[in-house]
């Protein structure tokens, strides 16, 4: 099992940036696919990006391409989500998320979220 925590949310202006962090304990970190996940109010948990268990290979929501990156660092037991170019509608709360095996970029997939860190993005 693994225990996943959020850090890193806040207010930004629009075109501004922000870097989200999501520490992990528990089980082997590397064993696990992470993905950040997003829920505005009102709508439904949506994906936004995945990384694979090494670091090699990512994978993002074509409504953060080219403006959101995430990376880990497996010997901090670290997921990381550089978001830049910020804008209204990415105001939500940001979750990420653990799965044993490949990526993924449905919420079902995944077994093990954090509390969710809060984004807002101000026009």
């Known amino acids: 099992q693994v225990q996943l925590v959020e850090s890193g949310g806040g207010l930004v202006q629009a075109g501004g940036s922000l870097r989200l962090s999501c520490a992990a304990s528990?089980?082997?970190?590397?064993?696990?696919?992470m993905g950040w996940f997003r829920q505005a109010p009102g709508k439904e948990r949506e994906f936004a990006a995945a990384?694979?268990?090494?670091?090699?290979?990512?994978y993002y929501a074509d409504s953060v391409k080219g403006r959101f990156t995430i990376a880990r660092d497996n010997a901090k037991n670290t997921v990381f989500l550089q978001m830049n170019s910020l804008k209204p509608e990415d105001t939500a709360v940001y979750y990420c998320?653990?799965?044993?095996?490949?990526?993924?970029?449905?919420?079902?997939?995944?077994?093990?979220w954090g509390q969710g860190t809060q984004v807002s993005v101000s026009s």
């Open positions: 990384i694979s268990r090494s670091g090699d290979t990512t």
């Open positions: 998320a653990a799965r044993e095996w490949g990526m993924a970029y449905e919420v079902g997939f995944y077994n093990y």
């Open positions: 528990g089980r082997t970190f590397s064993t696990y696919a």
